[in-house]
């Protein structure tokens, strides 16, 4: 009897723990690795922030495959939008220095005119005023976010970490920018937020919704691709706009067809709608979390995500949480 691609994705899965599902999902975000940032989804989140915050700041891109620069000339066409926006606004926002990592990974999009050399390359103001350029390729370097010359710079030089990081290791990297303690603006999944994996950074106040959410990536050839990402950091966001799309009001105010109770009896509140007057926990999904529940007196009460069911039957996750 033939053996089936899913059956050897098992045998194989199995011997290192993983169902054949969690196979499906770990190749599903590789693929995403290879989705590119557009440098209008850059534009229109940055500018957001206090200007100042930026101020004699060193930005660290760790992973942006990065820039294709030769004797001063930047190829737009194969740089990454991140470094390309800190070129571009670098005296404008008043950066310190900018430091990019070039990791060599399966797809090249940006640096083929590197020759998929590992580098670090870095932009400064020089004693004449003029961007400095310089470019780098250590020995024994892999470009890689933790490699330990990475962590070393992270720890030592760096103000602000900005990219968007592979999603496959994407648990990896909110670990190792968290512990950082450095500030940081990255590009990441929209339902982390109900993922337990990230689902503590929220609880703990460690990480928050950005402004935007990411409808598009660019793939490999630059063509448009659907994508379900968001901006997080740990900058202040001093006046969400996103707030006025919360509805938190007494439970009995809600219309009928945005509550439930699952077999456990605990409560589901959809729509964006949270009760004013409800003291026990009660389950939302990821989208009022993004727009600022937990600034509004609500805080999460469970490390993992809440899944419930209903008449036996799974709904879809959610996180539980409870006025403060
Ligand atoms: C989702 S893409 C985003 C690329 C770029 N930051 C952007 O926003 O357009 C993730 C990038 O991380 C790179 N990458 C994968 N594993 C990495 C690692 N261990 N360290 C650093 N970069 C990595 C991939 O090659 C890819 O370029």
Same mark, same amino acid.
């Given at each position: 009897?033939?053996?089936?691609?899913?059956?050897?994705?098992?045998?194989?899965?199995?011997?290192?723990?993983? $169902?054949?599902?969690? #196979?499906?999902?770990?190749?599903?975000?590789?693929?995403?690795?290879?989705?590119?940032?557009?440098?209008?989804?850059?534009?229109?989140?940055?500018?957001?922030?206090?200007? !100042?915050?930026?101020?004699?700041? %060193?930005?660290?891109?760790?992973?942006?495959?990065?820039?294709?620069?030769?004797?001063?000339? @930047?190829?737009?066409?194969?740089?990454?939008?991140?470094?390309?926006?800190?070129?571009?606004?670098?005296?404008?926002?008043?950066?310190?220095?900018?430091?990019?990592?070039?990791?060599?990974?399966?797809?090249?999009?940006?640096?083929?005119?590197?020759? /998929?050399? %590992?580098?670090?390359?870095?932009?400064?103001?020089?004693?004449?005023?003029?961007?400095?350029?310089?470019?780098?390729?250590?020995?024994?370097?892999?470009?890689?976010?933790?490699?330990?010359?990475?962590?070393? @710079?992270?720890?030592?030089?760096?103000?602000?970490?900005?990219?968007?990081?592979?999603?496959?290791?994407?648990?990896?990297?909110?670990?190792?920018?968290?512990?950082? /303690?450095?500030?940081?603006?990255?590009?990441?999944?929209? $339902?982390?937020?109900?993922?337990?994996?990230?689902?503590?950074?929220?609880?703990?106040?460690? %990480?928050?919704? /950005?402004?935007?959410?990411?409808?598009?990536?660019?793939?490999?050839?630059?063509?448009?691709?659907?994508?379900?990402?968001?901006?997080?950091?740990?900058?202040?966001?001093?006046?969400?706009?996103?707030?006025?799309?919360?509805?938190?009001?007494?439970?009995?105010?809600?219309?009928?067809?945005?509550?439930?109770?699952?077999?456990?009896?605990?409560? #589901?509140?959809?729509?964006?709608?949270?009760?004013?007057?409800?003291?026990?926990?009660?389950? %939302? $999904?990821?989208?009022?979390?993004?727009?600022?529940?937990?600034?509004?007196?609500?805080?999460?009460?469970?490390?993992?995500?809440?899944?419930?069911?209903?008449?036996? !039957?799974?709904?879809?996750?959610?996180?539980?949480?409870?006025?403060?």
């Amino acid at each position: 009897m033939k053996t089936t691609a899913m059956e050897k994705a098992g045998e194989t899965a199995g011997k290192c723990g993983l $169902s054949p599902k969690d #196979l499906m999902q770990k190749a599903h975000k590789i693929k995403y690795d290879e989705f590119y940032t557009r440098y209008e989804d850059i534009e229109k989140e940055i500018p957001l922030y206090d200007k !100042e915050i930026w101020k004699d700041k %060193v930005v660290f891109c760790n992973c942006d495959d990065a820039v294709d620069e030769k004797d001063g000339k @930047i190829n737009e066409n194969r740089t990454s939008a991140f470094a390309l926006f800190f070129i571009n606004n670098f005296k404008t926002l008043g950066l310190k220095k900018l430091i990019c990592t070039h990791y060599s990974g399966p797809v090249d999009l940006f640096s083929a005119g590197s020759d /998929g050399q %590992v580098y670090l390359i870095t932009y400064e103001v020089g004693k004449d005023g003029k961007i400095k350029i310089e470019k780098q390729s250590p020995k024994g370097y892999t470009g890689s976010f933790d490699d330990p010359l990475s962590l070393k @710079i992270l720890k030592e030089e760096v103000d602000i970490v900005c990219t968007n990081p592979p999603f496959s290791r994407a648990i990896e990297y909110w670990k190792m920018v968290v512990k950082s /303690g450095k500030k940081f603006l990255i590009i990441s999944n929209i $339902s982390n937020a109900i993922n337990t994996a990230y689902i503590p950074y929220f609880k703990d106040n460690e %990480v928050w919704a /950005g402004y935007n959410r990411i409808d598009y990536f660019l793939n490999p050839k630059k063509q448009l691709a659907d994508a379900s990402g968001h901006w997080y950091t740990n900058f202040p966001i001093t006046d969400r706009p996103k707030y006025k799309h919360l509805k938190i009001m007494p439970l009995k105010e809600i219309p009928e067809k945005y509550i439930k109770y699952d077999d456990s009896k605990t409560l #589901l509140v959809d729509d964006c709608y949270a009760p004013s007057n409800y003291n026990k926990p009660f389950a %939302v $999904s990821a989208r009022p979390i993004l727009n600022g529940l937990l600034e509004k007196g609500y805080s999460i009460i469970q490390e993992k995500r809440y899944t419930p069911y209903i008449n036996g !039957e799974e709904k879809f996750a959610r996180v539980l949480v409870q006025k403060v």
